[in-house]
């Protein structure tokens, strides 16, 4: 079973960057869709942003277009999540996901049109903290 693995959080100051990378040890990551979600105190679990296994249609929340970028990384198996102009409200832990093998070729490069799919993912990582403050 894919096992997702987040990493590339922290503390950092507004106005900062963090790149977060999403890998899957033992599996090819460029076979699957990967959406990144994230989740503040008290608030419900959002999408954030996502890119098809081919890499040819990206989708972000309107929240952070203009300063987050997703790519991927096939020579390193990894899914990164550049964060710039960091603001308090990014605080949160930001998961990566992926829908199974069956879905990425039954949605292809229309998966990432919507972000508010939560439910149709299938696997997650475990999340990693980032803390945007002064």
């Known amino acids: 079973q894919l096992q997702l693995v987040e990493s590339g959080g922290g503390l950092v100051q507004p106005g900062g960057s963090l790149r977060l990378s999403c890998a899957a040890p033992?599996?090819?990551?460029?076979?699957?869709?990967i959406g990144w979600f994230r989740q503040a105190p008290g608030k419900e679990r959002e999408g954030v942003s996502c890119?098809?296994?081919?890499?040819?249609?990206?989708n972000y929340a309107d929240s952070v277009k203009g300063r987050f970028t997703i790519s991927r990384d096939n020579t390193e198996n990894t899914v990164y999540l550049q964060m710039n102009s960091l603001k308090p409200e990014d605080t949160g832990v930001y998961y990566c996901a992926a829908p199974k093998l069956t879905t990425v070729v039954l949605y292809g490069s229309s998966w990432c049109n919507s972000l508010a799919k939560e439910d149709e993912y299938d696997y997650w990582g475990q999340g990693t903290q980032v803390t945007v403050s002064s």
């Open positions: 890119i098809v296994s081919t890499g040819g249609s990206l």
């Open positions: 033992g599996f090819r990551l460029d076979h699957y869709s």
